[in-house]
């Protein structure tokens, strides 16, 4: 390799990085003697073999080999400072064995060096001395706080005597106060008992005396409840012959209504009907009468029979259920009264039939309406042939 190269090569700054790193009062402190002396004295055999090195002569994968272990060995001594473990530092010793052979193999001039093995002897013999230093102090401190701890330990000791009296007291006070607790208790548990026993006694008399009581007021409440249980199916009977009976005697009233309101229609058809007779049959004197209007106004009031008619008979049918429902509202009202005196056998055979007699045969006035009907129909069929064999004439 070139001059240029070897000066430019950073295995020499890596040496001195690791040397400083050594020298640092952390690894000192941490790190023992003897690796301490060997780490030193590889950093400074390879810095004196490095300047009676011939560079020509020098491999440059020799140089990097080098290097690299050096660097590897800083890494594992930091490893070492950061987590304590030991491990490391046989890794670092290892890296440095392992670059030695490539050191050994330097070509060299052959002029004394710069290494002084007495220095390092030297040097070594102070890190000895700082160590010892550093023992003693240490020492030192330990032996204070053991001294310190020995003192509040003998404190601890007479405070634990004093609690340990102060407990046994408490425990004498402790049993003092359960026998007398005991004592109070068992008194006490006597004193309630008997007092139990006594109301349990008076509550048991009394509550034999209000039983008594109860039992009679109860059956005199039942009695009484009979006898208004009597009294109510009376009047329950009362007011439902009033629920049924009232509606006949609606429907009574309604059919009233309409009877009335039909012989209303029937009376003004059969005022006009009689109106257009009697004006025919006056104006028959008159010189100038005409036949023809006279045939009319007959025919007019012949169609007039028929509303007439219907009028009339709608009247008469609900004139009819009119009396039906009075009637049935009637023999309703009275069955009640006159079964009352009998028993309740009777009574229930008498409903039975009457719900056949009143609830199985319904009134019809279909067969009077269909004759009335027939009659008006035969009677407008008859007027019209007559006058109609009138006007061919």
Known sequence: MTTTEF???????KTEQLLNRINEEEVIKN?????????????????????VAIPNLLSLAELNAISSEYENALTQI????????????????????????????????????????????????KTIEDKQN???????????????????????QTELAELTTK????????????????????????????????????????????????KTDTDEIIKDLERKLNDATKL??????????????IIANEHKKTADNWRSIATIFMCILSALLIYSIWKIGDVSYDWHKAIIRIVAS????????????????????????????????????????????????????????YFGNNYSTEEDDNKNELISANMLETIVKLVTSITKK
């Open 7 to 13: 000066l430019a090569h950073p295995v020499s700054i």
């Open 31 to 51: 790190l023992e003697n003897d690796k301490i002396d060997f780490f030193k004295t590889a950093c400074l055999y390879l810095l004196d073999r490095l300047k």
């Open 78 to 125: 930091n490893n070492f400072i950061g987590n304590g473990n030991i491990g490391h530092i046989n890794n670092a010793v290892n890296h440095i064995n392992s670059a030695l052979p490539y050191i050994k193999n330097f070509p060299i001039l052959n002029v004394p060096g710069d290494l002084d093995f007495s220095k390092i002897v030297s040097q070594f013999q």
């Open 134 to 156: 550093q023992t003693e102090e240490k020492r030192d401190e330990i032996e204070a706080k053991i001294s310190t701890l020995n003192s509040e330990l003998d404190i601890k």
């Open 167 to 214: 407990i046994g007291l408490k425990e004498k006070e402790l049993e003092t106060i359960t026998a007398n607790f005991q004592l109070q208790f068992e008194t006490s548990n006597a004193s309630f008992t008997k007092l139990v026993s006594e109301d349990r006694d008076t509550f048991r008399a009394e509550i034999n005396a209000d039983r008594e009581k109860i």
């Open 236 to 249: 329950v009977n009362v007011i439902g012959n009033v629920g049924i009976t009232g509606n006949y005697q």
């Open 302 to 357: 012949a169609i007039l029979i028929y509303p007439a008619a219907y009028a009339s008979r709608e009247s008469g049918k609900h004139r009819k259920l009119e009396n039906l429902n009075r009637k049935l509202e009637l023999e309703l009202s009275s069955i009640s009264p006159f079964i009352e005196i009998l028993d309740e056998t009777k009574k229930q055979e008498i409903k039975a039939k009457l719900v056949e007699k």
